[in-house]
């Protein structure tokens, strides 16, 4: 199990309970990460200004 981190703004109170994904650490050393659901691939990609973009 991934420790949870501290997240440096403040979280809703409908939010508190969800899961924390850290974007840099599912694409290890690269900006892109595939992701799966449903048998579907996803590519999840972190733009030079620092965005995720989330394509099919």
Same mark, same amino acid.
Do not use: F, W
């Given at each position: 199990?991934?420790?949870?981190?501290?997240?440096?703004?403040?979280?809703?109170?409908?939010? +508190?309970?969800?899961?924390?994904?850290? +974007?840099?650490?599912?694409?290890?050393?690269? !900006?892109? +990460?595939? !992701?799966?659901?449903?048998?579907?691939?996803?590519?999840?990609?972190? #733009?030079?200004?620092?965005?995720? !973009?989330? #394509?099919?």
């Amino acid at each position: 199990m991934t420790p949870m981190t501290t997240l440096p703004y403040p979280v809703r109170a409908e939010d +508190a309970d969800l899961p924390v994904h850290d +974007a840099r650490a599912l694409t290890g050393d690269g !900006i892109r +990460a595939r !992701i799966l659901l449903d048998g579907q691939s996803y590519t999840l990609r972190i #733009t030079r200004a620092g965005k995720l !973009i989330l #394509t099919k």
